[in-house]
């Protein structure tokens, strides 16, 4: 796809880089964090909270919505777009995660995967042409094709059989697609075992999709173990098209995955850690449940700009989770995103300028433990 991705900036000492997605629905700067909407909605932020903070892409994942409400009901409505209120770029995970985290309920084949739904227990068979016909009913910018993905730790047959269904799935996947609407980016898998990341990475990039992702990582395995993966993977990767590492992560996982030439992330961390109490700050992971904050008239953040630390106190926001309100989950939540979209936005500028370097310094002298 001529113009879907340019590079503006490189960091010399590193493959850090700064670079635009261009789609239908806006152009994505990156690198970008996308806040996860799985079901059509990102918790308790509405999109027009997204909106101010600066979100530029989120994500939904067509496994959910494929099952409830289903692809004919988005496209009746309008597309995922106008269904959800979000203006701008949506990409959508196939469901590949999960095919992995649901293994109890699911039968693999080559034909696709079989298992109980996870609302009402029917059964259903989703394949690479379904879950890539789904993507393209609702409209979105960015499809990923299905994949397998071998748990951690697996042994070396397991995690070669899983990298040669994803493979032969990524086939069909590009073969369903066409061309017809959005960008439909292939997924590496290959487990920790360098020579199958790199045999993974190397099939993917010969597909010549518009987008490539590496997947199977942060399954519990050892940081080094991650980071290797992903240099791995990136070695044989198209550096000239959009790398996603799916599922990733805290802030130093975005900071390390930059570095080693990623441009897109997702994590439920930011919305679910928020829910329980735990805020990020630049000066590490704030627990704003904790009693010392029982009278505390300081922001979770002082230097933060966002909505909740310009507005309210670490007294406040624990009151609010002792006595159970919404109102909360939408506080933390604001935070939260806040931080790590400003992370990216920061690191974005900082490559733009060529001080890329002096970013992840700053970033990791601050970062100490606040509780």
């Not at 918790?43 to 903070?53: G, N, Q, T, W």
């Not at 609702?138 to 397998?148: K, P, T, Y």
């Not at 996947?173 to 075992?193: D, K, V």
Request: hydrophobic share 35%; with cysteine; glycine share 12%.
């Amino acid at each position: 796809m001529e113009g879907f991705f340019s590079i503006e900036a490189r960091d010399p000492g590193s493959l850090a880089r700064a670079g635009l997605i261009r789609t239908a629905h806006g152009t994505i700067p990156t690198p970008i964090f996308m806040p996860v909407g799985t079901r059509g909605t990102v918790k308790a932020v509405a999109p027009d909270d997204l909106e101010s903070l600066g979100a530029k892409i989120v994500l939904a994942n067509a496994y959910h919505l494929f099952l409830r409400p289903g692809p004919e009901l988005i496209s009746k409505l309008g597309g995922l777009h106008r269904f959800m209120g979000w203006k701008g770029p949506i990409l959508t995970d196939s469901g590949g995660y999960q095919v992995f985290s649901l293994s109890a309920l699911r039968k693999l084949s080559q034909e696709g995967v079989t298992f109980r739904s996870t609302y009402d227990g029917a059964r259903v068979f989703l394949s690479p042409e379904i879950a890539v016909g789904a993507q393209v009913t609702f409209g979105v910018d960015i499809l990923m094709c299905l994949d397998e993905c071998a748990p951690y730790p697996a042994g070396r047959e397991e995690t070669e059989k899983s990298m040669g269904l994803t493979l032969g799935w990524a086939r069909r996947s590009r073969e369903a697609w066409g061309g017809r609407g959005g960008a439909l980016f292939g997924i590496a898998q290959g487990g920790f075992y360098p020579d199958l990341r790199r045999r993974s990475a190397a099939d993917i990039a010969a597909l010549d999709f518009p987008g490539q992702a590496v997947g199977g990582l942060a399954l519990g395995e050892p940081k080094e173990m991650t980071f290797e993966a992903i240099e791995t993977a990136r070695s044989e990767l198209d550096p000239a098209k959009p790398m996603y590492l799916m599922g990733m992560g805290t802030p130093s996982d975005i900071i390390e995955g930059i570095k080693r030439g990623a441009d897109m992330f997702d994590c439920v961390i930011p919305t679910r850690n928020a829910r329980n109490g735990q805020l990020f700050t630049r000066r590490g992971k704030l627990n704003v449940l904790n009693a010392r904050h029982k009278d505390d008239p300081g922001p979770p953040d002082e230097k933060c700009s966002c909505y909740c630390c310009r507005n309210f106190s670490r007294a406040y926001l624990r009151h609010l989770h002792q006595n159970r309100e919404p109102l909360f989950l939408r506080l933390a939540s604001l935070h939260n995103l806040h931080y790590y979209l400003d992370l990216v936005t920061g690191a974005r500028e900082s490559l733009l300028k060529g001080t890329f370097p002096c970013y992840c310094k700053e970033f990791y002298e601050l970062q100490e433990p606040v509780d």
